[in-house]
């Protein structure tokens, strides 16, 4: 009787791991949900603009801050950076243009406005882990003054970092200002090949 039990209690753990197992072969994750670690060093990849937005607000929300919105302008600007440094394959807030010229010859009137910038991170989640671990580019995303938010990623297959990125945070001038607005210019953050992050 024993012996009977034991074994229908073996089958049917079997059985279990069975059907669990053949759960997890066909499982694909529902469409429409972002990939945080997709990579984007290929030619065909985008980055999840809304993604990027939803994660840097989360971050911002558990910080008892505000979220921040996506940008048209703020978007712009950060392609553009991104571009630059990828055509030159140099990582510099400099590679176009100087952060406070380009925020104040562009259309947004910033009150204030912050950058950071990566290169070597291939992933949104690589990228967002880098800046979060760094005090200087974390306390830009958790800057109290920003509202509003750019975000870019540019592949660049020649290079050794593969892939450029640039944050741009900022609040427009036409929301309450306070006296210790300032376009800022931040640190940006080196990566590639695992090598330690370099602080400038």
Known sequence: MIRAWAATR????????AVLAGCAGNYNPPSGLPDLNRSLATAD??????????MISGYRTNN???PVTIDPELMKLASQQAHAMAARDELEHD??????ER????SFDAAIAVE??????????EAFSGWRNSPPHRANMLNPRVTKMGIAAVYAPASKYKVFWSLILARPDDQAARPDDQVARPNDQRRSYGTVSVER
């Open 45 to 54: 990849a985008k980055l999840d603009v809304n993604a990027a937005q939803a």
């Open 116 to 125: 950071n910038i990566a290169a070597g991170y291939q992933t949104l989640a």
């Open 103 to 106: 925020i104040q010859q562009s």
């Open 95 to 100: 590679a176009w243009r100087p952060f406070s």
């Open 64 to 66: 008892g801050l505000g």
């Open 10 to 17: 073996v089958c049917g753990v079997l059985a279990g791991l």
